[in-house]
């Protein structure tokens, strides 16, 4: 099965983090939904940007800042596209997933949801798409719906056409569920929605470091997801709004750069992006996640994706003749993730036996309480894969697996 | 001699077999685990948790004769290890004894090393526990 120019060495090698020994192996870095690692190109980006750019954007009369708010605005134009988004300006830089999703709560949900309305969201949700809903509405008096799933993983479609009304302000779910791989049906989920009238925020931490997300085909009102799941740079994410909303929406926080002028009998606030980017913003980390877009394209997305299928494939398949190993989340359209337990054993320890080889996997509940209390479950071992990852990193993970689950099976 | 101190040489030794090799390590420490003596069901209530453990912790003890004997289990194999160290070391004691007693193995073995900082953070509440149950046998004893 030769791709053509895709080498996975190749892409290792860009890769520094890898090429470390964890406990006298090499490493095998399988905790890629929870963070990927990153090129050498993002990490030189950074010290470049420190060592001979960093200055104040948006207002300097100087060189310097005139080049960094040129870095950081092409990083924006970048993003723009990256995501197909009509224009640049709906782009807005926060601080990661929770923050855009937060900003959409404090924001659109101040001025647009009521006492009364409903917020759906699914079963699946990570806490950070479930909590602000919930002191939304309790604040509002509005009610969250939950969207069940089915013992495979999948939402189901049937009942969240039952939970829709004209109560229904807004669909909030994610895109990929990052504790099981499911892919969810956005588009459909999207056009129900707003034959209902209400708007949709795709949580979509999970999606743009797999495959091509486009807001405009999707017609999503609100895209959120984080640069450091994406090969980019930790504290930063983005924010994608229809402009209307964005226009609409009141500020989230006040301050500097959000501002159009200051006057004790009242201000007036900045067009967007900045009027939701108050403060001097994250430009060192902003102008490196340019480099994490074009890594990213370099490699291609289509072959990315079938990189890491093809792992997922494979690591579904050989894992799953270990005695004992047992699956969690089978939906028919998954990306990157698998989630299982070993009959008899607690995910930490499966965890903690595995890190003794030098191999990084998530234990626990991933952020996603409700969804394990659906399994009945604590948590899950959680491995995922991304695009460095290869087949023989595979193989030490059975060869090891095999080993613990002998333990009890 | 089966004191606190020879116990715990004991247990430096067999670790010293083990060298650094991790994976040894922890299949060791998770097959002491399985050699605990069974728990009560029904003791595993919340009453009986310890917190500040990462895992499930739950802790019993009874008397006998002058001795404090301590019982317990967690829902985790590594814990269960860990906690089996502890009894092999302070369980069949007097209570003098137990407070008494500086438990230098963890550190000679270097179990935070092995276990990180979370884990070692527990495996302290668990002593602290355990040696509140003999503090408060001994004031019975005084009292
Ligand atoms: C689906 C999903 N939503 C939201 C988040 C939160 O992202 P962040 O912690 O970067 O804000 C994550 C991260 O694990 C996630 O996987």
């Known amino acids: ?409 | 001699m089966n004191d606190i101190k020879s116990v715990q040489e004991e247990i430096i030794e067999e670790f010293s077999i083990l060298g650094d090799d991790k994976e040894s390590t922890i299949f060791y420490i998770m097959e002491l685990g399985d050699k605990l003596p069974p728990f009560p069901e029904e003791e595993k209530k919340e009453d009986n948790i310890i917190k500040g453990c990462q895992s499930k912790v739950w802790l019993i003890t009874k008397t006998e004769g002058d001795k404090v004997v301590y019982l317990a289990d967690s829902n985790t194999d590594i814990t269960k290890g860990l906690i089996s160290l502890l009894i092999r070391v302070l369980s069949y004691r007097k209570a003098d004894e137990i407070l008494d007693s500086d438990l230098y193995f963890i550190d000679k073995i270097g179990m935070g090393s092995i276990i990180g900082s979370q884990r070692s953070n527990g495996l302290a509440a668990m002593i602290k526990q355990m040696k509140l149950y003999a503090l408060a046998y001994q004031s019975k004893l005084n009292a």
């Open chain 1, 1 to 409: 099965m030769a791709k053509t120019g895709f080498d996975v060495d190749d892409i290792r090698e860009r890769f520094p983090v890898l090429h470390q020994e964890v406990n006298g192996r090499p490493l095998v870095y399988l905790d890629n939904a929870a963070t990927s690692q990153k090129p050498l190109s993002v990490i030189e980006a950074l010290n470049h940007y420190y060592t001979t750019d960093n200055s104040n954007i948006h207002r300097g009369a100087h060189a310097l800042a005139a080049r960094a708010t040129d870095y950081y605005e092409n990083t924006r134009k970048s993003v723009s596209s990256f995501l197909n988004a009509p224009s640049e300006e709906q782009i807005i830089f926060t601080k990661g997933t929770t923050e855009g999703i937060n900003l959409v709560a404090s924001t659109f949900g101040r001025k647009f949801i009521h006492e009364g309305d409903e917020i759906i969201i699914s079963a699946m949700e990570h806490h950070s798409n479930i909590v602000p809903w919930q002191m939304l509405c309790a604040e509002k008096g509005a009610t969250l719906k939950v969207i069940p799933i089915t013992d495979d993983g999948e939402l189901i479609m049937e009942e969240y056409e039952k939970l829709l009304s004209s109560k229904t302000k807004l669909v909030s779910v994610l895109h990929v569920s990052n504790a099981l791989g499911t892919v969810n049906p956005m588009e459909s989920i999207i056009s129900m929605a707003h034959r209902a009238g209400a708007k949709v925020l795709v949580d979509a931490a999970q999606s743009t470091s797999h495959f091509t997300v486009d807001v405009q085909a999707l017609d999503c009102d609100f895209l959120v997801f984080s640069a450091h799941k994406l090969y980019g740079p930790t504290g930063l994410g983005v924010l994608y709004g229809k402009r209307e909303l964005l226009e609409e929406m009141p500020p989230y926080q006040g301050g500097g750069e959000m501002i159009k002028e200051v006057d004790f009998s009242g201000t007036t606030y900045n067009e967007i992006p900045f009027k939701f980017e108050a403060g001097t913003p994250n430009i060192a980390d902003v102008i490196a996640f340019q480099k994490a877009l074009e890594f990213v394209s370099t490699v291609g997305k289509e072959q990315l994706l079938a990189h890491e299928n093809e792992l997922l494939t494979y690591a579904t398949e050989k894992l799953g003749t270990i005695k004992g190993f047992i699956p969690v989340g089978k939906a028919k359209h998954k990306v990157s993730v698998l989630s299982f337990l070993i009959n008899g054993m607690h995910p930490f320890d499966v965890g903690m036996m595995l890190d003794a080889v030098g191999i990084a996997v998530r234990t626990g509940h991933h952020c996603a309480q409700p969804l394990m209390k659906r399994f009945n479950i604590e948590g899950t071992v959680r491995a995922s894969f991304a695009v460095y990852n290869t087949k023989q990193e595979i193989d030490v993970l059975y060869v090891s697996l095999s080993r613990i689950a002998k333990r009890k099976n």
